[in-house]
């Protein structure tokens, strides 16, 4: 498999892939009403998460963290996306003000960067966001809601972007359908993220 070398000014020691290893559940779920007002409001948002930041902010960027092609693993298959399809996964950190806000995990099928998507696998510092939203094809299917542990690697990196004491942290997942070819975007929200304040 084909790793890009990203040229990043990150100047903490990130380990690429972080990996989103999660319990993801229905936001249905019992223990997902005991989630602030607040946080529920970010994690169920099905608008431009892009676009929600921006407006809390004066400048906002994106940080590629890493780009990777590798086989997709069974713990992060699902019904359009099968265990060993060939990915392109990038992780990037979004900030707002210079604040690390979320990290954010994309796989994007091999088979789906074809045709005018192709441009998705050079999107460089580009919000993936954006670009989906700005498609009048995308289709956004159902939410998926996880917390992360402590001990987790995203909380790893939370530790090295934040002066914070580590605590735990609740990110969102979807499929997106774009041109009706499929990807799948994981957003978690870091320690500083408007969604915690």
Known sequence: MKQKTVNSPLTFPVAFPITLAGQWQSPDDEGLSLLSARLTSWLLDEGSLT?????????????????????????????IIKVGEPILVREVILYCDNIPQVFARSLLPLATLTGKEQALANLGEQPLGQVLFNN???????????????????????????????????????????????????????PNAFAYQ
């Open 136 to 190: 009048p094809s995308l289709q956004r299917q159902r939410l998926e809601l996880s917390s992360f542990g402590c001990d987790s690697s995203v909380a790893a990196l939370a530790a090295q972007l934040t002066d914070l004491p580590t605590q735990e942290l609740w990110g969102r997942r979807s499929i997106f359908i774009l041109e009706n070819k499929p990807l799948m975007v994981a957003e978690v929200f870091l």
């Open 51 to 79: 676009a929600r930041l921006k407006s809390h902010c004066t400048n906002f960027r994106v940080k590629v963290v890493g780009e990777q092609q590798q086989l997709c693993s069974a713990q992060e298959a699902c019904n």
